[in-house]
């Protein structure tokens, strides 16, 4: 069984749905069920019940924002054989992989720049968080460890 990662370090998704006549708590359920398949333990799924109409459920990566899957609420419905449940794991899977070539694309931008191995982390964070793009993080990188040669060439009467 994996350790589970540091709170600040998970991914977080929320479940928005519709509280429906009967509450809409199953529809959750079959949403935080698929997103937890996908992802395992390691997430947070947090649920935010809402009256509106129509009824829906919005899956939402929260630190990024970025809504992973939107649709009918009664595509999670039982009666109707969950038939929403393929799409909502395709879209899943979809981003999870989108988030592992970041990942990878981070890690091999590290190893570029010669970045120590306890920063590597800080770096997959900050990536995974903004969804900040490969020449920002080298910016980012840059200034938390700017190269000796700058430092040598700073001085006060250049700010």
């Not at 390691?42 to 939402?60: A, K, M, Q």
């Not at 995974?128 to 490969?134: E, L, Q």
């Amino acid at each position: 069984m994996s350790e589970l990662l540091p709170m600040q370090d998970r991914l977080e998704f929320e479940v928005r749905y519709s509280r429906n006549c009967d509450g809409g708590k199953q529809e959750f359920q079959v949403a935080r069920d698929a997103v937890l398949a996908i992802f395992g333990a390691d997430v947070l799924v947090t649920e935010t019940c809402v009256d509106h109409y129509p009824i829906t459920v919005v899956v939402t990566e929260k630190r990024s924002g970025a809504i992973v899957w939107s649709g009918d609420q009664r595509g999670l419905f039982r009666k109707y054989g969950h038939r929403a449940m393929p799409e909502l794991k395709r879209k899943l899977s979809d981003f999870k992989m989108q988030l592992e070539q970041g990942d990878q694309q981070a890690k091999s931008e590290a190893q570029q720049l010669a970045i120590e191995p306890h920063d590597v982390l800080m770096l997959l964070t900050r990536h995974r968080a903004s969804g900040c793009t490969s020449a920002s993080i080298k910016r980012v990188l840059h200034f938390a460890n700017p190269p000796p040669v700058l430092i040598q060439r700073a001085s006060p009467t250049n700010f």
